[in-house]
């Protein structure tokens, strides 16, 4: 294969399949650069969902301690009222009952100190007295006991007052904050080489073979190249 067409018409289509393949790589490999990019876009929005989201968690932790802590000292404050009350309303019942038995004091001596004073003498007025003596020692007794009752009462009053507290406390417990996880980043994918070796000798060999059917079709028509030009074949 010497003339001129075989060879310009081999070397052409080798070129075209280099061109072809050059094209087909560019092309892919803008594919891979546009895939690569939305990737990208995709992880950076991931990214900043998962710092949100984060920031969500953080917030939410802290306001829940915020109330746990605001919750307890109002549970505090209620229970530290509410003994005070029961140590005032326990105070006062004392002071209550203190203060009738002196009167039945007072009115036993003051008893006594008429029976006295009217000269009387003898078992009635021993019998006065003592009965007297058994009142008083009587009404001590029963204000006595109406004041431990009252004492008893208001301990599991307090006990109440601090079950209460507890309770108020445990409603509020504390926020689980979640684990959130950094976005997987992507695997971005490399970009092809040009033809290469493999295919510069693929487009030699096509054009090559292009070469010689060309030359073949020429022969076939009946012309070959010969002294310049091409001559039909007698």
């Known amino acids: 294969m010497c003339e001129p067409v075989s060879i310009i ?47 969500g968690e953080e917030q939410q932790k802290q306001l829940q301690e915020d109330l746990i802590e605001q919750n307890t000292f109002l549970a505090n404050t209620a229970y530290e009222n509410d003994i005070a009350q029961l140590n005032l309303q326990l105070q006062q019942e004392q002071a209550a009952a203190g203060q009738a038995k002196r009167e039945a004091q007072k009115d036993f001596l003051r008893g006594r100190g008429e029976v006295i004073a009217d000269g009387r003498v003898g078992n009635t007025v021993n ?44 409603s509020q417990q504390p926020y689980l904050e979640r684990t959130i996880l950094d976005p997987m980043k992507p695997i971005k994918r490399g970009k092809v080489s040009g033809p290469g070796f493999l295919g510069v000798l693929s487009a030699g060999l096509g054009g090559a073979s292009t070469g010689l059917n060309t030359a073949s079709a020429i022969n076939q028509a009946g012309f070959e190249w010969k002294g310049g030009g091409y001559k039909r074949i007698p």
Request: hydrophobic share 40%; no cysteine; net charge positive.
């Open 9 to 55: 018409m081999g070397v052409m289509s080798a070129g075209l399949s280099i061109m072809q393949q050059q094209a087909a790589t560019r092309a892919q490999n803008a594919a891979i650069e546009f895939e690569n990019q939305v990737a990208e876009q995709e992880y950076q929005y991931n990214v900043l969902q998962t710092e949100a989201t984060r920031t």
């Open 127 to 170: 019998n006065l007295i003592a009965d007297w003596r058994r009142q008083q020692a009587q009404f001590d007794y029963i204000t006595n006991r109406n004041l431990a009752f009252t004492g008893q009462q208001i301990q599991q009053r307090k006990k109440g007052a601090g079950a209460d507290r507890a309770s108020r406390i445990a």
